[in-house]
């Protein structure tokens, strides 16, 4: 397999499980991402997706296993790495404006004051901030405000990799879907390789090139690689028209809903857990073909 | 007709009737000195002509401050200065004691809270240090320090480190890993995370501290004063007493309260300006 743009390479991630003995939350991980690529990640609660976020973050250190992006092993939090917290996770005492500069600054040390107050204003513009919005404090925006100033803040830093954890997940559900549709506006105008972190299907066959699937901890894995094969630009309204669109929405509600279970709990005995790839393409003729059924292919991984 | 006042008006509305029964209460109360021709000729030769000391009433004491007020700088010898120089000389002792503090209380405060062996390692020094009254250190000071001066700051310096110290590391303890997060993202440094992140983030905190110190040692530094002596208002209130002039006494109590007030206030604006909403 040809090397990714970042790569997964048998992730392991044990933590004492307060009996003195350990509890393996995911074990031999390993997938791939490519440059530009938008993935998210589905599980349930308490399957690592957080884990492994951190991990890729920097932020917390893999029992074994490494994480290489552009070839290099990634070791400690950096800024090609940008994160999106799930609590917008802004420093409260700073404005909108000032939240994003002090990402720009620790960017690019070297640029001008001015230049970096134009270049967060650029990127709070592309959020739908602008005007005096840019000066209030945290505490003074709405939910997904401050969620628009977390995302122009990471995204103003140009990352190579852009990390989202859940980051509508405290959203109610018209801002979610405001703020997605920004999302891949400003996604499709930048090239950002980014890796998701979702509970929201829908959100994810909107969002995604590839959604990975874990299964249920303990010993979770990432058991399966869906491709979306919808074509882009992508609109909440129409996609739901594509064929593919209910036929891949029902194989990963079917993954979460029972096979996530079903395959929980066991221990790997191959070395390598990559995940599988699976394409569900019910406007391609002869390729598709080729393709297992997706039927058929569940019926194979629960032997 | 009240019903037309702002909360706030008719608050100092009821401060100024409470104010004005209090003071007419206390002129009342207290009793007029005979005059020489009532005494009986027993009382005029067992010297009860003599005016006898009592507590001032009010009226006493408004002239008083009046006269110390309308020139507070005068310096007539040792035992004669203004209240302003008193006060100048106990605020600059609270100054120079406090920032000492301050100095030594807010790096190792970030020190102890950031750190949890340094926190476990000072935790039973400061808890044995912290309940000793600042003035139990006078003797020892006085002894090692050999200054009257330099002991008095050394009181203040010991009072007012305890609730700077502990709260800057409590303060420190608590920010919210998120907001360290943010800055590791950043690839800041320990320094610029220190400065950029945790020190704003824990400033109410620490701001809180630094005005419960202040407080203190305003309370000590009139303790202080009494023992070492020479100058400042708690020796101009233990002089005073000496010369059983209660009109002084009760003036420089009401002015030790209006210092400590402004103190206070000081520190109330700083923690407004560093405060922030989550």
């Known amino acids: ?70 070839g290099f ?15 917008y996770s802004l420093l409260p005492w700073l404005s909108a404006l000032k939240n994003v500069t002090f990402g720009v600054r620790a960017r690019y040390p070297d640029w001008s004051k001015s230049k970096v107050e134009d270049h967060a204003r650029e990127y709070l513009a592309m959020v739908g901030l602008d005007g005096d919005v840019v000066h209030r404090k945290p505490s003074q925006l709405s939910g997904g405000m401050r969620q628009r100033v977390s995302i122009a803040r990471a995204f103003a830093n140009h990352p190579k990799l852009l990390l989202l954890d859940e980051p509508f997940g405290a959203l109610d559900a018209l801002t979610r879907g405001t703020i997605q549709d920004e ?78 279970k079903e395959l929980a709990g066991k221990k790997s005995d191959e070395a390598d857990n990559r995940p599988e790839t699976v394409r569900i393409d019910k406007t391609a003729t002869a390729p598709a073909e080729a393709d297992p059924e997706p039927a058929a292919r569940l019926r194979a991984v629960n032997d | 007709m009240l019903d037309n006042l702002s909360v706030n008006q008719r608050a100092a509305l009821l401060s100024v009737v409470m104010l004005v029964v209090g003071l007419l209460f206390w002129e009342t109360a207290i009793p007029a000195q005979k005059a020489a021709a009532e005494l009986t000729e027993y009382e005029r030769l067992t010297g009860g002509g003599a005016p006898k000391a009592g507590v001032p009433p009010p009226s006493q004491v408004i002239a008083k401050a009046w006269e110390q007020l309308s020139n507070p700088f005068y310096d007539a010898g040792p035992n004669d200065k203004g209240i302003g120089i008193q006060i100048g000389y106990s605020i600059y002792r609270v100054l120079t004691g406090y920032i000492l503090a301050a100095m030594v209380a807010i790096p190792l405060g970030f020190l102890i809270g950031m750190s949890q062996v340094a926190y476990k390692a000072f935790n039973p020094f400061i808890q044995v240090l912290r309940p000793i009254s600042p ?34 590391a409590f303060g420190v303890a608590g920010v919210r890993e998120d907001w360290v997060n943010v800055a590791r993202t950043h690839e800041l440094g320990s320094f610029r995370t220190a400065f950029t992140v945790i020190l704003p983030a824990a400033a109410p905190t620490i701001i809180t501290g630094m005005r419960i110190s202040i407080g203190i040692a305003w309370l000590v530094i009139v303790a202080a004063e009494m023992l070492v002596g020479g100058t400042g208002i708690g020796y101009y209130v233990w002089n005073e007493w000496n010369n059983l002039d209660l009109t002084s006494v009760i003036f420089s109590i009401l002015m030790i309260g209006v210092v400590g007030m402004l103190l206070d206030a000081a520190f109330g604006v700083l923690q407004r300006a560093v405060a922030y909403a989550e």
Not at chain 1, 37 to 42: N, T
Not at chain 1, 241 to 248: D, K, L
């Open chain 1, 183 to 260: 999302l891949l506006k400003i996604w499709s105008g930048t090239e950002q390789t980014v890796f998701m972190i979702t509970h929201d299907i829908d959100e994810a066959i909107l969002l995604a090139d590839r959604i990975l699937l874990m299964t249920n901890g303990p010993f979770a894995r990432v058991a399966e690689s869906v491709e979306i094969t919808i074509p882009r630009p992508r609109n909440r309204t129409e996609i739901i028209e594509h064929p593919n669109y209910y036929a891949i929405r029902n194989h990963l509600v079917q993954f979460l809903g029972t096979r996530s």
């Open chain 1, 73 to 87: 092993e990634v070791s400690g939090p950096s800024l090609d790495r940008g994160v999106v917290f799930q609590n």
């Open chain 2, 135 to 168: 003035l139990a250190w006078m003797p020892l000071a006085l002894f090692v320090i050999q200054d009257s001066e330099a002991s008095a700051i050394f009181v203040i310096f010991i009072c007012s480190i305890w609730p700077m110290l502990l709260n800057t």
């Open chain 1, 1 to 70: 397999m040809a090397k990714s743009f970042l790569s997964i390479e048998r992730l392991t991630q044990q933590f004492p499980d307060g009996q003195g003995g350990t509890l393996t939350v995911f074990e031999n991980a390993s997938f791939g991402i490519e440059k530009g690529e938008f993935v998210c990640i589905l599980g349930h609660s308490g399957c690592g997706k957080s884990t492994i976020m951190n991990i890729l973050a920097g932020l917390a250190e893999p029992t074994s296993g490494v994480v290489k992006m552009d």
